[in-house]
Structures are given as C-alpha cells and as structure tokens.
Nanobody, 121 residues
Framework: QVQLVESGGGLVQPGGSLRLSCAAS????????MGWYRQAPGKQRELVAA???????NYADSVKGRFTISRDNAKNTVYLQMNSLKPEDTAVYYC???????????????WGQGTQVTVSS
C-alpha cells in the first residue's frame, strides 16, 4: 500500500551539498517515522538519520553536524540536507518509513529503490 520514491542524488564535489527527497504515496497507511539509510560497496547498510512523526531526530555519528533530516507530514515527504559532503559519504541512499497499515492493523517497514550519491573531485 506504500511506495517510496527518492530523488536528489547525483555527483557532487567534496564540500558540496545535496538535498535528498523521499515521497510516500499510496493508501491505507499512516506514517509514524521516516529515515535514511545508506550502503556503500563492501559495507553493511547503515542508518544515516531518522525522524519521528514529531520532531525527534537521530543521526549517525559520522554525519552529525553535517546532515539534517526533516519532514513535511502533509506531503508525506522526508528530506535529507547533506552539507560538507565527503568522499566517504558515497553510497546508495535508501529512504525508509515505518507506517501503520490499516488493512492489517500493524506497523510495517517500507523501502525506496535507492538513489546514488557520489562525492568525488
């Protein structure tokens, strides 16, 4: 019932910025929390940032002070503002959402298809 579509990835030079967006669409759901994960070649997928339906946020230590997660509940969209990008930020970034599924009366985890972020000079 839920689809997540990411956008905003691309190639950027070290020190540059990118803003990722993830829009949730569908019916029969209510999003509780949204977040961003990333996976670099040879590495395990890791949490980058997450935000609740309120204002509580959580960041990986490696991105604190550089990345900012926010959401627009009316648009069912989560954003990740990435500043001062480093080559080690290069990865596929995946949007995720924890949404209540009305059809089964339970929370489910949903994932986007991923968007490539490459930081290189």
């Amino acid at each position: 019932q839920v689809q997540l579509v990411e956008s905003g990835g691309g190639l950027v030079q070290p020190g540059g910025s990118l803003r990722l967006s993830c829009a949730a669409s569908g019916s029969g759901f209510s999003i509780n929390a949204m977040g961003w994960y990333r996976q670099a070649p040879g590495k395990q997928r890791e949490l980058v940032a997450a935000i609740t339906s309120g204002t509580d946020t959580n960041y990986a230590d490696s991105v604190k002070g550089r990345f900012t997660i926010s959401r627009d509940n009316a648009k069912n969209t989560v954003y990740l503002q990435m500043n001062s990008l480093k080559p080690e930020d290069t990865a596929v970034y995946y949007c995720n959402a924890v949404a209540y599924n009305y059809y089964v009366g339970d929370d489910y985890y949903y994932w986007g298809q991923g968007t490539q972020v490459t930081v290189s000079s």
